[in-house]
Protein backbone atom coordinates (compact mmCIF):
# COMPACT_ATOMS: atom_id res chain seq x y z
CA UNK A 1 0.00 0.00 0.00
CA UNK A 2 1.37 3.40 -1.33
CA UNK A 3 0.55 7.02 0.08
CA UNK A 4 1.39 9.11 3.11
CA UNK A 5 2.16 7.22 6.53
CA UNK A 6 0.92 9.30 9.44
CA UNK A 7 2.19 8.41 12.63
CA UNK A 8 0.77 9.50 15.69
CA UNK A 9 3.97 11.08 17.94
CA UNK A 10 3.18 11.43 21.66
CA UNK A 11 6.45 13.35 21.74
CA UNK A 12 8.27 10.31 23.10
CA UNK A 13 11.26 8.25 21.81
CA UNK A 14 9.16 5.39 20.57
CA UNK A 15 7.05 7.63 18.39
CA UNK A 16 9.78 9.46 17.46
CA UNK A 17 11.84 6.72 16.36
CA UNK A 18 9.01 5.09 14.26
CA UNK A 19 8.78 8.69 12.33
CA UNK A 20 12.05 8.29 11.39
CA UNK A 21 12.56 4.41 10.55
CA UNK A 22 9.70 5.01 8.08
CA UNK A 23 11.19 8.37 6.76
CA UNK A 24 14.23 6.01 6.37
CA UNK A 25 12.77 3.47 4.35
CA UNK A 26 11.75 6.09 2.03
CA UNK A 27 7.66 6.81 2.90
CA UNK A 28 5.92 10.00 2.64
CA UNK A 29 5.91 10.80 6.50
CA UNK A 30 3.60 12.87 8.55
CA UNK A 31 3.63 13.90 11.98
CA UNK A 32 0.25 13.53 14.24
CA UNK A 33 -0.13 14.62 17.94
CA UNK A 34 -3.11 14.29 19.61
CA UNK A 35 -4.06 16.59 22.14
CA UNK A 36 -5.98 15.20 24.97
CA UNK A 37 -6.83 17.98 27.43
CA UNK A 38 -8.03 21.47 26.93
CA UNK A 39 -5.00 23.83 26.27
CA UNK A 40 -3.86 25.45 29.51
CA UNK A 41 -6.01 23.02 31.96
CA UNK A 42 -3.47 20.33 33.74
CA UNK A 43 -6.52 19.04 36.08
CA UNK A 44 -6.24 15.01 35.40
CA UNK A 45 -4.39 15.95 32.87
CA UNK A 46 -2.17 12.83 30.54
CA UNK A 47 1.73 13.40 31.63
CA UNK A 48 2.66 10.96 28.46
CA UNK A 49 1.62 12.64 25.62
CA UNK A 50 -1.61 14.74 25.41
CA UNK A 51 -0.33 17.93 27.27
CA UNK A 52 1.24 21.00 26.19
CA UNK A 53 4.64 20.00 26.76
CA UNK A 54 4.22 16.81 25.12
CA UNK A 55 2.87 18.73 21.84
CA UNK A 56 5.97 20.26 21.63
CA UNK A 57 7.88 17.63 22.27
CA UNK A 58 6.65 15.93 19.62
CA UNK A 59 6.58 19.25 17.10
CA UNK A 60 10.29 19.38 17.99
CA UNK A 61 10.98 15.92 16.99
CA UNK A 62 8.85 16.41 13.52
CA UNK A 63 10.89 19.46 12.66
CA UNK A 64 14.21 17.48 13.94
CA UNK A 65 13.28 14.67 10.60
CA UNK A 66 11.86 17.79 8.43
CA UNK A 67 8.47 16.25 7.93
CA UNK A 68 4.69 17.67 8.34
CA UNK A 69 3.20 18.08 11.26
CA UNK A 70 0.10 18.83 12.19
CA UNK A 71 -1.99 18.59 16.11
CA UNK A 72 -5.48 17.47 16.33
CA UNK A 73 -7.85 17.88 19.43
CA UNK A 74 -9.45 14.72 20.24
CA UNK A 75 -9.79 16.29 24.13
CA UNK A 76 -13.36 15.23 24.37
CA UNK A 77 -12.85 11.82 22.85
CA UNK A 78 -10.28 11.12 25.52
CA UNK A 79 -12.43 12.73 27.98
CA UNK A 80 -15.35 10.95 27.24
CA UNK A 81 -14.33 6.94 26.31
CA UNK A 82 -10.95 7.08 28.51
CA UNK A 83 -11.41 8.81 31.55
CA UNK A 84 -15.08 8.33 31.99
CA UNK A 85 -14.54 4.82 31.47
CA UNK A 86 -12.14 4.58 34.21
CA UNK A 87 -14.00 6.49 36.55
CA UNK A 88 -17.10 4.25 35.94
CA UNK A 89 -15.13 1.33 36.19
CA UNK A 90 -13.79 2.08 39.52
CA UNK A 91 -16.81 3.03 40.49
CA UNK A 92 -18.85 0.23 39.73
CA UNK A 93 -16.67 -2.34 41.40
CA UNK A 94 -14.51 -3.50 37.67
CA UNK A 95 -10.86 -2.80 37.71
CA UNK A 96 -10.42 -0.86 34.24
CA UNK A 97 -7.13 -0.84 31.68
CA UNK A 98 -6.91 2.68 30.59
CA UNK A 99 -4.28 1.79 27.92
CA UNK A 100 -6.71 -0.64 26.36
CA UNK A 101 -9.76 2.09 25.98
CA UNK A 102 -7.79 4.74 24.67
CA UNK A 103 -6.02 2.13 21.82
CA UNK A 104 -9.41 1.31 20.75
CA UNK A 105 -11.63 4.40 20.83
CA UNK A 106 -8.58 7.33 20.87
CA UNK A 107 -6.09 6.38 18.36
CA UNK A 108 -7.55 3.15 16.01
CA UNK A 109 -11.18 4.87 16.46
CA UNK A 110 -11.45 8.80 15.99
CA UNK A 111 -7.63 9.31 14.60
CA UNK A 112 -7.12 6.38 12.03
CA UNK A 113 -10.96 7.81 10.85
CA UNK A 114 -9.38 11.26 10.41
CA UNK A 115 -6.20 9.86 8.77
CA UNK A 116 -8.28 8.50 6.41
CA UNK A 117 -11.11 10.44 5.88
CA UNK A 118 -9.93 13.77 6.35
CA UNK A 119 -6.25 13.48 5.57
CA UNK A 120 -6.45 10.90 2.89
CA UNK A 121 -3.77 8.93 4.38
CA UNK A 122 -3.20 5.25 3.75
CA UNK A 123 -1.95 4.13 7.15
CA UNK A 124 -1.56 4.89 10.47
CA UNK A 125 2.09 4.08 12.09
CA UNK A 126 2.28 3.95 16.37
CA UNK A 127 5.30 3.79 18.66
CA UNK A 128 4.03 0.64 19.84
CA UNK A 129 6.14 -2.62 20.54
CA UNK A 130 4.22 -4.99 18.43
CA UNK A 131 4.10 -6.30 15.47
CA UNK A 132 2.41 -6.82 11.86
CA UNK A 133 2.60 -9.37 9.62
CA UNK A 134 0.92 -10.06 6.21
CA UNK A 135 -0.33 -13.77 5.95
CA UNK A 136 -0.02 -16.46 3.28
CA UNK A 137 -4.55 -16.18 3.44
CA UNK A 138 -4.12 -12.43 2.48
CA UNK A 139 -5.15 -12.11 6.26
CA UNK A 140 -2.96 -9.17 8.38
CA UNK A 141 -1.65 -10.56 11.75
CA UNK A 142 -0.86 -9.00 14.98
CA UNK A 143 2.34 -10.69 16.42
CA UNK A 144 4.15 -9.88 20.01
CA UNK A 145 6.96 -7.71 19.88
CA UNK A 146 10.65 -9.01 19.15
CA UNK A 147 11.28 -7.62 22.61
CA UNK A 148 9.36 -9.46 24.68
CA UNK A 149 10.01 -6.83 28.06
CA UNK A 150 8.47 -4.48 25.93
CA UNK A 151 5.56 -5.81 24.08
CA UNK A 152 2.28 -4.24 24.10
CA UNK A 153 0.22 -6.49 21.96
CA UNK A 154 -1.86 -7.27 24.89
CA UNK A 155 -3.60 -3.11 24.60
CA UNK A 156 -4.07 -3.92 21.23
CA UNK A 157 -6.39 -7.42 21.03
CA UNK A 158 -9.24 -5.08 19.71
CA UNK A 159 -7.72 -4.17 16.32
CA UNK A 160 -9.71 -6.09 13.52
CA UNK A 161 -8.40 -6.31 9.99
CA UNK A 162 -9.76 -3.07 9.29
CA UNK A 163 -7.52 -1.44 11.35
CA UNK A 164 -4.83 -3.83 10.28
CA UNK A 165 -4.92 -3.48 7.07
CA UNK A 166 -3.92 0.34 7.25
CA UNK A 167 -1.44 0.03 10.87
CA UNK A 168 2.44 -0.13 10.77
CA UNK A 169 4.35 -0.88 14.15
CA UNK A 170 7.99 0.16 12.95
CA UNK A 171 9.52 -0.57 16.27
CA UNK A 172 8.01 -3.72 16.96
CA UNK A 173 10.77 -5.54 15.15
CA UNK A 174 13.53 -3.72 17.22
CA UNK A 175 16.04 -5.94 19.49
CA UNK A 176 14.97 -3.92 22.82
CA UNK A 177 14.62 0.06 24.40
CA UNK A 178 18.28 0.13 23.88
CA UNK A 179 18.33 0.00 20.09
CA UNK A 180 15.22 2.36 20.36
CA UNK A 181 17.41 4.97 21.88
CA UNK A 182 20.45 4.55 19.62
CA UNK A 183 18.31 5.09 16.63
CA UNK A 184 17.28 8.28 18.28
CA UNK A 185 20.68 9.66 19.27
CA UNK A 186 21.70 8.69 15.58
CA UNK A 187 18.75 10.83 14.32
CA UNK A 188 19.96 13.52 17.10
CA UNK A 189 15.86 13.47 17.48
CA UNK A 190 15.57 16.09 20.92
CA UNK A 191 13.44 12.83 22.61
CA UNK A 192 16.59 10.38 22.48
CA UNK A 193 17.32 10.22 26.43
CA UNK A 194 13.24 11.28 27.47
CA UNK A 195 12.12 9.43 30.43
CA UNK A 196 8.91 6.80 30.27
CA UNK A 197 5.74 7.61 31.92
CA UNK A 198 4.85 3.97 33.51
CA UNK A 199 2.07 5.39 35.21
CA UNK A 200 -1.63 5.96 34.50
CA UNK A 201 -1.22 9.32 31.97
CA UNK A 202 -3.95 11.02 33.18
CA UNK A 203 -3.38 10.54 36.80
CA UNK A 204 -0.99 12.95 38.76
CA UNK A 205 -1.37 10.54 42.19
CA UNK A 206 -3.32 8.17 43.16
CA UNK A 207 -6.12 7.25 41.15
CA UNK A 208 -8.18 7.06 43.91
CA UNK A 209 -8.38 10.82 44.00
CA UNK A 210 -9.77 10.98 41.08
CA UNK A 211 -12.46 8.46 41.00
CA UNK A 212 -13.41 10.10 44.56
CA UNK A 213 -13.75 13.41 43.20
CA UNK A 214 -15.77 12.32 39.74
CA UNK A 215 -17.61 10.03 41.68
CA UNK A 216 -17.97 10.92 45.07
CA UNK A 217 -20.62 7.94 46.30
CA UNK A 218 -18.28 5.26 45.47
CA UNK A 219 -16.80 6.27 48.24
CA UNK A 220 -19.30 5.47 50.84
CA UNK A 221 -18.55 3.25 53.24
CA UNK A 222 -19.80 -0.25 53.66
CA UNK A 223 -19.70 -3.46 54.94
CA UNK A 224 -16.62 -6.04 54.75
CA UNK A 225 -18.20 -9.69 54.34
CA UNK A 226 -17.12 -13.46 54.21
CA UNK A 227 -19.23 -15.76 51.60
CA UNK A 228 -21.35 -16.77 53.87
CA UNK A 229 -22.71 -13.29 54.58
CA UNK A 230 -21.01 -12.70 57.99
CA UNK A 231 -19.79 -9.00 58.48
CA UNK A 232 -15.85 -8.62 59.23
CA UNK A 233 -15.32 -5.30 58.89
CA UNK A 234 -16.23 -2.11 57.34
CA UNK A 235 -14.14 -0.38 54.22
CA UNK A 236 -14.09 3.39 53.04
CA UNK A 237 -15.58 2.64 49.67
CA UNK A 238 -15.32 0.33 46.66
CA UNK A 239 -14.08 3.02 44.47
CA UNK A 240 -10.69 2.64 46.25
CA UNK A 241 -10.92 -1.50 46.02
CA UNK A 242 -9.91 -3.91 43.38
CA UNK A 243 -10.88 -7.68 43.39
CA UNK A 244 -7.99 -9.76 44.48
CA UNK A 245 -6.20 -6.81 47.47
CA UNK A 246 -5.51 -8.16 50.59
CA UNK A 247 -4.67 -4.51 51.93
CA UNK A 248 -6.74 -1.81 52.52
CA UNK A 249 -9.97 -3.27 53.39
CA UNK A 250 -10.28 -2.38 56.94
CA UNK A 251 -9.80 -5.97 58.16
CA UNK A 252 -7.46 -7.63 60.23
CA UNK A 253 -8.85 -11.14 61.09
CA UNK A 254 -4.94 -12.87 61.63
CA UNK A 255 -5.58 -14.56 58.52
CA UNK A 256 -5.07 -13.84 54.88
CA UNK A 257 -8.27 -12.14 53.15
CA UNK A 258 -8.84 -10.87 49.26
CA UNK A 259 -11.50 -8.98 47.77
CA UNK A 260 -13.44 -11.81 46.56
CA UNK A 261 -16.07 -9.63 45.02
CA UNK A 262 -17.33 -6.27 44.96
CA UNK A 263 -21.13 -5.23 45.14
CA UNK A 264 -21.99 -1.77 44.27
CA UNK A 265 -25.74 -1.75 44.70
CA UNK A 266 -25.02 -2.16 48.17
CA UNK A 267 -21.86 -0.98 48.89
CA UNK A 268 -20.30 -4.07 49.70
CA UNK A 269 -17.11 -5.93 50.04
CA UNK A 270 -16.98 -9.76 49.63
CA UNK A 271 -13.81 -11.48 51.27
CA UNK A 272 -11.92 -14.66 51.47
CA UNK A 273 -8.86 -17.29 51.57
CA UNK A 274 -6.66 -17.29 48.47
CA UNK A 275 -8.77 -20.67 47.81
CA UNK A 276 -11.86 -19.26 47.43
CA UNK A 277 -10.83 -16.29 45.22
CA UNK A 278 -9.17 -18.00 42.44
CA UNK A 279 -11.72 -19.72 40.04
CA UNK A 280 -11.12 -21.48 36.45
CA UNK A 281 -14.17 -20.32 34.71
CA UNK A 282 -15.12 -16.37 33.69
CA UNK A 283 -17.49 -15.09 31.32
CA UNK A 284 -16.02 -12.24 29.12
CA UNK A 285 -18.02 -9.38 27.36
CA UNK A 286 -17.02 -7.03 24.38
CA UNK A 287 -14.98 -10.12 22.68
CA UNK A 288 -13.65 -9.34 19.59
CA UNK A 289 -10.61 -11.39 17.13
CA UNK A 290 -7.90 -9.61 14.86
CA UNK A 291 -8.93 -12.02 11.92
CA UNK A 292 -12.89 -10.44 13.10
CA UNK A 293 -13.97 -14.20 13.90
CA UNK A 294 -12.79 -17.36 15.72
CA UNK A 295 -11.44 -20.20 14.76
CA UNK A 296 -14.39 -21.64 15.80
CA UNK A 297 -17.44 -21.83 18.56
CA UNK A 298 -14.98 -23.34 20.81
CA UNK A 299 -11.00 -23.33 20.51
CA UNK A 300 -8.04 -23.93 22.85
CA UNK A 301 -5.38 -21.05 23.50
CA UNK A 302 -3.09 -19.18 25.74
CA UNK A 303 -5.24 -16.68 27.51
CA UNK A 304 -2.69 -13.98 29.17
CA UNK A 305 -5.11 -12.02 32.11
CA UNK A 306 -2.37 -8.60 32.49
CA UNK A 307 -0.38 -6.71 31.04
CA UNK A 308 2.54 -8.70 30.21
CA UNK A 309 1.13 -11.43 31.80
CA UNK A 310 2.37 -15.45 31.62
CA UNK A 311 0.32 -17.62 29.46
CA UNK A 312 -2.52 -19.87 30.80
CA UNK A 313 -3.51 -22.82 29.29
CA UNK A 314 -6.96 -21.94 28.36
CA UNK A 315 -10.21 -23.30 26.25
CA UNK A 316 -12.95 -20.20 24.95
CA UNK A 317 -16.45 -21.00 24.02
CA UNK A 318 -17.79 -18.20 21.99
CA UNK A 319 -21.66 -17.17 22.91
CA UNK A 320 -24.11 -14.80 21.69
CA UNK A 321 -23.26 -12.17 23.75
CA UNK A 322 -19.13 -13.24 24.76
CA UNK A 323 -17.82 -15.91 25.36
CA UNK A 324 -16.79 -18.35 28.66
CA UNK A 325 -13.01 -18.64 29.27
CA UNK A 326 -11.81 -22.08 31.09
CA UNK A 327 -8.63 -22.11 32.35
CA UNK A 328 -6.81 -25.54 33.15
CA UNK A 329 -5.59 -24.53 36.24
CA UNK A 330 -7.04 -21.76 39.01
CA UNK A 331 -6.04 -18.10 38.28
CA UNK A 332 -7.53 -14.66 39.73
CA UNK A 333 -8.45 -11.82 37.08
CA UNK A 334 -10.26 -8.89 38.43
CA UNK A 335 -13.69 -7.81 36.55
CA UNK A 336 -13.34 -4.87 33.85
CA UNK A 337 -10.11 -6.64 33.23
CA UNK A 338 -8.70 -7.51 29.62
CA UNK A 339 -8.41 -11.14 29.02
CA UNK A 340 -5.79 -11.79 25.25
CA UNK A 341 -5.94 -14.87 23.99
CA UNK A 342 -3.05 -15.85 22.08
CA UNK A 343 -1.22 -18.48 19.50
CA UNK A 344 2.29 -18.75 20.04
CA UNK A 345 3.45 -15.01 18.94
CA UNK A 346 -0.22 -14.20 17.53
CA UNK A 347 -2.59 -11.85 18.93
CA UNK A 348 -6.13 -13.88 18.53
CA UNK A 349 -8.00 -11.58 19.86
CA UNK A 350 -9.91 -10.88 23.85
CA UNK A 351 -12.33 -9.57 26.09
CA UNK A 352 -13.22 -8.10 29.11
CA UNK A 353 -14.04 -9.71 32.50
CA UNK A 354 -17.40 -9.61 33.43
CA UNK A 355 -18.94 -8.74 36.60
CA UNK A 356 -20.37 -11.65 38.68
CA UNK A 357 -18.52 -14.62 36.27
CA UNK A 358 -19.36 -17.54 37.15
CA UNK A 359 -17.07 -19.26 39.33
Known sequence: MSGQVFVAMSGGVDSSVAAALLLERGEDVVGVWMRLVPGGVDTDAPRCCGTDEAGEDARRAAARLGIP?????????????????????????ETPNPCVSCNQHVKFDALLRDVVAKFGGARLATGHYARVADAPDGTRRLLRARDAAKDQSYALYMLGQRELRRTVFPIGELANKTETREIAARFDLPTATKAESMDI?????????????????????????????????QHGGIGGLTVGQRSGTGVATGERLYVLRLEPERSAAIVGTREEITRTTY?????????????????????????????????????????????????????????????????????IVRAGSPG
Open 69 to 93: FYALDYAEAFGRQVVDRFVDAYASG
Open 201 to 233: CFVSGDYRDLVRKRAPRAFDVGPVERVDGGVVG
Open 283 to 351: ELRDVSFTRDKPRGNSFETSAVLRYRGTPLAAAVEVIPDGAILRLAAPALVAPGQAVVFYEGDEVMGGG
